[in-house]
């Protein structure tokens, strides 16, 4: 699997706008334009064999649980669009009631303490599962990084949800990450599930000091000091919060190890693992040190087979392509009438 995040089309759309207040054009317009057949057959043409296309759960549903007007049914119609232009696809539940993986960086989520919250989850899968569980080259993500209060409740919540999915997509492949925004560290923890179809889903951007160094939306100063990669990276006792800071050197090696704990759950259990995330803020670091890691992170992953999901595909600060976005308006690696970031685009594709 090697293929890239279509985040912020239908997630995440508040960050969008947020980006360019006065230039957003609303919800509906947002969904209708962003993104379309031609970004699908561009994907394709570069080589990439699927789409993860996130969906934050309040774009597309009220909080009658209802499906919004037009939304649902334009996701629906992007599924199908990117299955015609022979992408697959991973339907990922990207936010849900009582759960936003961002928000659990300052607090705990009611999602793992309120059993009617993940009613409501699962009230939302069950739309889902109606309409996309029967669908070949659809895979269904149950959750995007869970913040669980702890590796034995995501253990417990996880089976719930993969259960409720699976009686109601039988032959669908089921998408499961570890705790902790899908940390590799966390595969020490993660119990199988008892199915025979399941990948299961890393995230890696460590460290993540220097991966999201000067990233607007993590206010700790620690982050807004200029790393290089390779490089040792210290902080002050008591920042950085809930994050996994990373400490110490980082080169090919120490990312080898970090993701040692998936190679062993993989191997232990049989399983299939993807990297569904990964990449470098493109506000932070200098390129050769982005370009370096990129170079190691996807070096490892054809090394140990692991199949991999870009993020992202267009804007939301990681971006193949940039457009719109006046932070990255005279950025370098954009100046070009595309606005693809070639190197990196070359890079993917490489690998």
């Known amino acids: 699997m090697k293929g890239v995040n279509f985040g912020g089309w239908f997630s995440q759309i508040d960050a969008i706008e947020e980006k360019d207040p006065k230039g957003f054009p609303g919800v509906e317009e947002h969904v209708r334009t962003f993104l379309g057949p031609d970004d699908f057959r561009q994907v394709k043409g570069w080589g990439f064999d699927h789409v993860r296309l996130p969906l934050d759960w309040h774009n597309a549903f009220g909080r009658d649980l209802r499906p919004k007007p037009g939304i649902l049914d334009a996701f629906e119609k992007a599924v199908d669009g990117l299955l015609q232009a022979g992408l697959e696809v991973i339907l990922d539940l990207h936010k849900c009631p009582g759960h936003d993986f961002h928000d659990g960086i300052r607090r705990e989520q009611t999602f ?17 599962a109606e309409r996309f569980g029967d669908r070949p080259g659809v895979m269904l993500e149950v959750l995007n990084e869970p913040v669980a209060p702890s590796a034995e409740v995501w253990n417990e919540v996880k089976d719930e949800l993969v259960g409720f999915v ?7 492949t089921i998408v499961v990450g570890s705790n902790l925004w899908n940390n590799a560290s966390q595969f020490a923890h993660l119990t199988p599930v008892e199915d025979d179809n399941i990948l299961y889903s890393v995230h ?21 000091v200029s790393r290089t990669y390779p490089g040792t990276y210290e902080v002050p006792p008591g920042h950085a919060g809930k994050l996994p800071s990373d400490l110490g050197s980082w080169d090919r090696k120490r990312l080898s190890d970090h993701l040692e704990p998936v190679f062993a759950f993989r191997e ?14 493109m506000g932070g670091a200098d390129t050769a040190s982005r370009m370096a890691w990129m170079s190691d992170v996807l070096g490892l992953f054809r090394e140990n087979r692991i199949g991999w999901s870009y993020w992202n595909y267009k804007n939301l600060d990681f971006g193949i392509v940039s457009v719109g976005e006046s932070l990255f308006a005279d950025s370098p690696q954009y100046d070009n009438p595309q606005r693809i970031d070639q190197a990196l685009l070359a890079l993917l594709r490489q690998f």
């Open 112 to 128: 793992f303490t309120d059993p009617a919250q993940r009613k409501d989850c699962l009230e939302v899968w069950a739309q889902l």
């Open 166 to 172: 699976r009686r109601r997509a039988p032959r669908s």
């Open 204 to 224: 890696l951007y460590n460290p993540i000091l220097f991966t999201h160094q000067k990233a607007p939306w993590l206010d700790d100063p620690v982050f807004s």
């Open 268 to 281: 232990r259990h049989g399983a299939r693992v993807a990297c569904n995330e990964f990449g470098v803020y």
